[in-house]
């Protein structure tokens, strides 16, 4: 076995590609064993392979992006906790600490060593959104991260191949779905061990001493192509101010980019102050991860993330401030802030880089059930339970409309109504696009979506529905002269929750009749440039298929149809 220091470009290409189908591998491990809807169908996971120092190599192609941010930090951080020098083969480390990890409790990071010839070669690791983390079931009333459930402190969960099962019976014992959390958990302990079986195989086949030198190799040239993206931006200081709505009044993150040669800070100074409640407050390390996802987005899209990407990049964010809160700030909801930065980064570098940015985005709405029979009479029926993510329309570019119900900034998926009707008690009434939701534009913000539903009749217990929705109360914006999308709605039976209901936050209900009708809609996506300019042929085929409305064709684009 030699050490090889050297890679032509053809080999490197296989080396990568070959990576990639490792943590592809992994992914579809995790798919497979899974058991809730929330990683099986909202695929809302990420697998990574890290070099011995915890240096991301690849990511599977579904990972969740800011999870593809977060899994080197915690792997970074559980070194420096127990040491290389410490760890053995059959070794599996866990922690799901907010400040650590991917932001919130749900989310769980499993990270496994594989050794040759007890040597470390380096990481597989994964991070899964489980099922339930315990604590409130309204997210919106927490005000402490103690409100907020489960906190698994960095830990081994194997030793040397033994399964530690203090740690399983704590999780069990702290979360409302025990048997769908522990059996995610035991999924990505599963993926973790084929992902470093086959890296350890793929070394063999290459005859490589370590990776060491491939990982150089690989983030060197990743380094070097963003260094060059960045080096096209004009140095100077690029400036936004996003300004949203939660609970008792607004909020804002404000940016500013600064590029001075082939490197670039992102510095949000002046954001609003951590908040007191509801969860929607960002620790820095999801923080980080989100901005530097959308900087890649900007500035280097065509090239497969790893560490290399980042090394030109700073991202800052004053301590005690909502995007970098201090313990024990809460934090379940930080989406309902954090995808705010990907807007703020796309408007403070639209006048310099005005067709490598999109208009702001309609992000997820959806639900959270609990259901369990009134009739078990102890009798150990398990509680149901089902996320049903739906999402938003992404913001239009210079060149191309926004796509409809796209969950961006993340990788999940729709979940789709016929898994979650089998996983819960509810009867979805109705799903579609929500006609005139994309802001108008000359190119057209993507749709959202408007949907419906309700207990079934033959249900004894009463369905605990969670609603969580982004831009309730201010839409999404249009860029460069574009429109407006739609602000989301909810309605109870009919009537629309007034702006003293949402100011309170409070997004649980109670169904206990078949005949109340909880009916949402999500946000579309701003439009890009101006209105008047768009093409008559494609304000006629948006008008055909629904997408918009006789009245919104000649009040916004300037066209009538007869």
């Known amino acids: 076995m030699t050490t090889q220091t050297k890679f032509d470009p053809l080999t490197l290409e296989i ?13 579809s491990i995790v798919v497979r064993t899974s058991f809730s809807t ?39 951080a559980v070194i420096e906790k127990f040491g290389i020098e410490t760890m053995r083969p059959g070794d599996v480390f866990i922690t799901n600490d907010p400040w650590l ?46 409100d907020e459930g489960l906190l698994i402190p960095m830990a081994r969960l194997y030793n040397q191949g033994q399964l530690n099962e203090v740690i399983l019976d704590f999780i069990a014992q702290n979360v409302r779905v025990s048997e769908s959390v522990i059996g995610d958990v035991q999924a990505q302990v599963t993926a973790n061990q084929a992902g470093g079986q086959k890296m350890l195989a793929l070394m063999d086949e290459y005859g490589l001493a370590d990776l060491r030198n491939l990982s150089d190799e690989i983030q060197n040239r990743s380094e070097k192509a963003m260094r060059a993206s960045i080096a096209k931006v004009p140095d100077g200081d690029y400036r936004s101010r996003v300004v949203f ?14 590029v001075q040669g082939d490197e670039l800070t992102a510095d949000f100074a002046g954001s609003s102050p951590q908040q007191p409640k509801g969860g929607i407050n960002c620790t820095f390390v999801y923080s980080r991860g989100q901005a ?16 290399g990407c980042f090394r030109p990049i700073e ?72 996320w049903f993510f739906n999402g938003g329309g992404m913001g239009a570019g210079s060149t191309t409309d926004g796509v409809s119900t796209c969950i961006y900034p993340s990788s999940a998926s729709n979940v789709p109504i016929e898994l979650f009707e089998v996983a819960v008690p509810i009867l979805v009434e109705q799903k579609e696009f929500l006609t005139d939701s994309g802001g108008p534009g000359k190119q057209r913000g993507g749709l959202g979506l408007q949907m419906a539903l309700r207990k079934l009749e033959s249900f004894d217990g009463e369905p605990v529905v969670s609603l969580w929705l982004h831009g309730q109360s201010i839409p999404p914006l249009g860029l460069n002269g574009g429109g407006e999308a739609n602000a989301a709605q909810v309605y109870i039976d009919g009537q629309e929750l007034s702006e003293e ?33 768009r093409n008559r042929a494609l304000v006629a085929e948006d ?14 684009y300037g066209y009538t149809f007869v």
Not at 44 to 63: K, P, Y
Not at 319 to 338: D, F, Y
Not at 502 to 521: K, P, Q, V, W, Y
């Open 245 to 258: 709505n939660e609970f008792d009044g607004e909020l804002e993150i404000q940016c500013k980019i600064s």
């Open 292 to 307: 530097s996802y959308g900087l890649k987005c900007i500035l280097l899209p065509d090239v497969p993330s790893n560490g």
């Open 15 to 27: 080396l990568w590609q070959r990576l990639i189908t490792v943590v592809d591998e992994m992914a």
């Open 38 to 76: 929330v990683i099986g169908a909202a695929n809302d996971f990420g697998c990574e392979v890290m070099d011995a120092q915890g240096r991301s190599l690849a990511h599977a192609t579904r990972s969740m992006p800011v999870f593809n941010q977060t899994l080197p930090h915690v792997t970074q």
């Open 501 to 533: 209901e949402r100011a309170e936050g409070t997004g649980l209900i109670t169904l206990d009749s078949a005949d109340t009708l909880i009916a949402f809609t999500t946000t579309g996506g701003g439009g890009f440039g101006e209105a008047k300019q």
């Open 315 to 386: 991202i800052s964010a004053p301590q005690g401030s909502i995007l970098n809160c201090t313990k024990p700030a809460s934090v379940r909801m930080r989406t309902r802030t954090g995808w705010y930065i990907h807007n703020a980064l796309f408007a403070a570098l639209a006048p310099v880089l005005p067709d490598q940015v999109m208009a702001p985005s309609g992000f997820i709405g959806g639900a959270t059930v609990f259901a369990h029979p009134k009739t078990s009479n102890g009798t150990g029926e398990k509680t149901l339970h089902s």
């Open 543 to 556: 008008l055909r298929n629904g997408l918009i409305s006789e009245e919104k064709a000649a009040t916004e």
């Open 101 to 146: 990890c991917a932001g919130h409790n749900p989310d769980i990071a499993v990270m496994t060593p594989f050794f040759r010839n007890g040597e470390l070669m380096g990481f597989a690791a994964s991070v899964a959104h489980v099922s339930d983390a315990g604590g409130m079931l309204d997210s919106n009333l927490a005000r402490e991260s103690y």
